[in-house]
């Protein structure tokens, strides 16, 4: 069964919150039958899949892209569609721009920021929205830890509280310190989802990519489960490896057993 916003608000206090990005259809499928409750398709596809430096290169296009591939691979599963870099610059655009994540195959759109009017526009247009805060990867500088001081921590304080206020049922915040994602966690009614913001968050999100180990570049606070960029490597070598020296294809391998005539 599909879970809605209204199941991860309930879940809150009582059992955590999974979450993984997945931006193929092979992914989405596999992070379904394991039972993921929700999946986002988020513009770090821009940095993790498609090359660019930076998420503000993902356009709407890209976007609706993969929430289509990931939803043909994850038919029973809450995804979440990111809103990239300039299509929420005001309430009737980020609309526009929601709806056609929403057609993709999104159940819900996630924006950066303290976007109060948006968000309050979205939910008023039947479009349940996930809020993001700390870390803002479309407009940062770098991406260094913030909320250390105490006038930063009390802002990001602030912006949760209102991203809730707004509407939103769901927040994530990235890259923040513990205990300020446990202070903000225990003042909110919505779900908290982390990401490098410690334990005491509701939920948990990790970039599939940075997880799988496929990728050259892991931020410190993700965990790698696989070392798949191994064994891609291995694939390819030995793949060249046979062809040269002809060993693949024999002629005693047949391709009969497959489900591929
Ligand atoms: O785009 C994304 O994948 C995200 C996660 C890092 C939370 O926003």
Redesign the pocket.
Known sequence: MKMNPQDFVAMKGCKPIPML?AYTCPVARSVEEAKVPVI?V???VGMVEMGFDS?RDVTIEHMEYHIGAVRRGAKKTHIIG?LPYGTDVDPETAFINAQRLMQAGADSV?LEGPNIEVIEHLVKRSIPVVG?TGLL?QTAKNFKQVGRSGEEAKRIMEEAQSIENAGAFMV?L?HIPYSLAGEITEALFIPTIG?GAGPDCDGQ?L?INDALGLGDYWPPFSKQYAYVSKTVLKVANEFSAEVESMKFPSNIIQFTGSNRS
Request: hydrophobic content about 35%; cysteine-free; overall charge negative.
């Open positions: 990005t986002l988020g513009d770090t998420t990111d996630k993001h990867p994530v990235e990401i999100v970039v």
